[in-house]
């Protein structure tokens, strides 16, 4: 089974995640961003969801970026799902394989967006 | 004599007491008068003022708009309006509106210039801290929001056991509502990229006609709940136009939704497009409820919902026509409309053949 963090710091929202994926999947979560960064350096997830609005320090393009400059989690495909909308072209130059606007997605979009992420 | 010396002392009281700062130049600029509210806005005292360019404070707004404004004044001899960022005496900037009029002799010839500034640096902030404010609230609105949409989604998949069929109903209802809620969001921060003028423009050679397939195809479902019937009439050759696709989506989306909602059941919306002259002309006829003469010249204002349909339909925000306004305008077109209550509506609205022309920005529009 793949193993998915998911970094959001909004408990609903995370909730809402570990029910629709921890079927197929093996589902960790973070819900800040420093938290996120050991977690995925030490649990070695295969995909991570990364919200962008982050307490605790680091908000999620600070966490994009240390991921992508760790030789560790470097290649961990990331998805920024976030409620800011300006944010797809940040994301993608950070290194993000997608950014997609909750409020405008549907659960089972960011499950298909995973699916083709982990092909 | 004396009464005319009278008439002058009032006069110049009355200017020099104005709340507004104003300025005499000659015709080359040079200042020779200025009230006591120039001197505080300004920061300047008369002194410093008097013989000087009212560079001394101003300036700051690039060769363009300083070479509109002289042509605008000195060629035209016609009075020009605008907005300016100056700075104050010491580095503190402000926002003015500003008018300055030439003031011409028996042969036509400008004599001086009166400069008329607002300082309106406050009203400003103001709109400003309210444009984030919707935005900050819009946003955060959307967390609680995006949880409700994805637990319902989970509930109607059945993915926690199967709903009956009333159940089924009632959460159908739920996600309905929720979504509307989203709608209202995304369109609050539409209004609030659109007024901050950090929208980008980024046009791209576009098909209208397959650009409007979208649109329909978009709308089928809910065209489809009244039985309406949608006649296009798209004329053959029109060209390919760089337009921003995701604003010209909106407008179209925007003026159909409202024919639909307000069209009778079983009724007939038409959307005809045609050249005309430099425009492409838009045009979305419906049959339906129209809208009461004495409301007409409000239709486009912010949060304006026709007195008629308010009773009959609760749902909808206000903001499409303003929306579909401002991005009309911001693509050098025109929005209009003719109307008669009971018997239907049609908005026309054009885009330059030319295209839009590309803007930067920060920012775009919500889906």
Not at chain 1, 5 to 33: M, P
Not at chain 2, 2 to 21: G, I, R, T
Request: proline share 3%; with cysteine; net charge negative.
């Amino acid at each position: 089974m793949k193993k998915i963090l998911i970094i959001e710091d909004d408990s609903q929202t995370n909730s809402a995640y570990s029910s629709k994926l921890s079927a197929n999947y093996f589902v960790t979560s973070a819900i800040e961003g420093k938290q996120g960064v050991s977690k995925a350096i030490k649990e070695n997830p295969d995909l991570i969801i990364l919200d962008i609005m982050l307490p605790g320090g680091l908000n999620g393009f600070d966490v994009l970026r240390e991921l992508k400059h760790n030789s560790a989690t470097s290649q961990i495909p990331v998805i920024v799902l976030t409620n800011l909308e300006e944010q797809e072209q940040a994301a993608k130059a950070g290194g993000a394989v997608g950014c997609l606007v909750k409020a405008n997605t549907s659960i089972d979009e960011v499950e298909n967006i995973i699916k083709k992420h982990l092909q | 004599m004396m009464e005319s010396s009278a008439d002058l002392e009032k006069f110049k009281l009355a200017v020099d007491n104005a709340y507004d700062h104003i300025i005499i130049t000659d015709s080359d600029a040079k200042i020779l008068y200025a009230n006591a509210a120039a001197t505080k806005i300004t920061g300047y005292s008369l002194q410093e003022m008097l013989g000087q360019n009212p560079r001394l404070w101003g300036g700051n707004m690039g060769k363009k708009f300083y070479e509109d404004m002289w042509k605008i004044i000195k060629i035209d001899k016609h009075t020009f309006h605008g907005e300016v960022n100056n700075i104050r005496k010491g580095g503190r900037p402000y926002t003015a509106e500003v008018s300055i009029s030439p003031v011409l002799n028996d042969k036509g010839e400008i004599v001086y210039f009166v400069g008329i500034e607002r300082d309106i640096t406050r009203e400003k902030d103001i709109d400003r801290m309210k444009t984030e404010f919707v935005s900050l609230a819009s946003h955060q609105l959307r967390t609680p929001l995006t949880a409700v949409k994805w637990f319902i989604e989970m509930l109607l998949d059945g993915d926690a056991g199967t709903l009956n069929d009333e159940q089924s109903k009632y959460l159908r209802n739920v996600y309905q509502s929720n979504e509307r809620m989203i709608e209202l969001v995304n369109s609050l921060l539409n209004v609030s990229r659109i007024e901050s003028g950090r929208i980008i423009v980024e046009p791209s050679p576009t098909n209208i006609a397959s650009l409007v397939n979208e649109v329909v195809s978009k709308l089928k479902p809910t065209m489809a709940e009244k039985d309406i019937k949608l006649v296009l009439k798209i004329e053959d050759n029109i060209p390919s136009i760089d337009l921003d696709q995701k604003l010209v989506f909106n407008v179209y989306e925007n003026l159909l939704v409202n024919s639909t909602k307000y069209s009778f059941p079983e009724g007939v919306i038409t959307l005809a497009i045609y050249k005309e002259g430099e425009f492409l002309i838009s045009a979305v006829e419906d049959h339906g409820v129209g809208i009461p003469t004495h409301e007409q010249e409000r239709v486009f204002l912010k949060f304006y919902r026709g007195t008629n349909v308010v009773k009959e339909h609760s749902e909808g925000s206000g903001l499409g026509l303003y929306l579909a306004k401002a991005i009309v305008e911001s693509s050098g077109g025109k929005i209009w409309f003719k109307s008669e209550e009971g018997k239907g509506s049609t908005f026309y609205f054009s885009l330059p053949l030319s295209g839009m022309k590309s803007k930067s920005g920060e920012v775009t529009l919500s889906a």
